[in-house]
């Protein structure tokens, strides 16, 4: 016969399996299209020229007519890879003068927005108790 808090202490220990894929949270943000899309093309670029220069020196190495003309397209492909990379960092120069730096406001900044805040609502509030008053104050013949 087996205990009940046998069996308990046995579904207590028992491990639950941990998921394969879990979703957390994006640290960053996403980078803008623009952005995104020159990132892409120079990842391409890069991985092309990289190609280039692995068939170059094979072609060096394997004493082929090829070689030569590969080694200066390998040399014109790096130049339009920097190129590309640099198309990228100004692309994200433009987009962050364009459309502004998205920034997380320090603690001072949100403290004094939060008092900027207080202060226009306590304003609003002292208007609307003024004008209660004097609509009350309306409509009679007499004040005494």
Do not use: H, K, Y
């Amino acid at each position: 016969m087996v205990d009940a808090s046998a069996v308990d202490a046995s579904a207590v220990g028992a491990r639950i399996p941990r998921q394969l894929w879990v979703e957390e949270p994006a640290i960053r943000r996403r980078m803008p299209d623009p952005v995104r899309a020159a990132a892409v093309r120079a990842v391409l670029i890069m991985s092309l020229t990289v190609i280039q220069a692995m068939v170059a020196f094979l072609c060096t190495l394997a004493e082929s007519w090829l070689a030569f003309p590969m080694v200066l397209s390998g040399v014109a492909g790096t130049v339009v890879a920097t190129w590309s990379v640099l198309d990228v960092w100004v692309t994200r120069q433009v987009w962050n003068q364009r459309n502004g730096v998205v920034s997380v406001p320090s603690s001072t900044a949100r403290r004094m927005r939060r008092e900027r805040r207080a202060a226009r609502r306590a304003a609003r509030a002292q208007v609307r108790r003024e004008a209660r008053i004097r609509r009350r104050g309306e409509g009679r013949l007499s004040r005494a």
